[in-house]
């Protein structure tokens, strides 16, 4: 399995990544991956920083994604 350093870096390039189609497919919101034993969410904090979230698989995502939005940067 990679190390943490390695799964953030892999989530920081394809934000990257993300945000080069971004004139084509719109800003992104964030990301959801779901695994067995686990969610990870990323999502962007402004223009500079992003948000990586691991949760329990059994947690509501939807809530934690809607709550993150509403805070105020």
């Known amino acids: ?3 943490s350093f390695s ?3 892999l989530a920081v390039n394809s934000w990257k990544t ?6 084509k497919i719109g800003k992104g919101k964030y990301v959801l991956a779901e695994y067995e034993k686990i969610k990870r969410i ?3 904090l402004g ?7 691991t949760t329990e698989p059994e947690a509501d ?5 809607e709550r993150v939005m509403t805070l105020k940067l």
């Open 18 to 23: 993300r945000t080069k189609l971004a004139p």
């Open 47 to 53: 223009d500079e920083h992003l948000l990586y979230i």
């Open 42 to 44: 990323t999502m962007p």
């Open 7 to 9: 799964l953030l870096e």
């Open 61 to 65: 995502h939807s809530r934690i994604i």
């Open 1 to 3: 399995m990679k190390s």
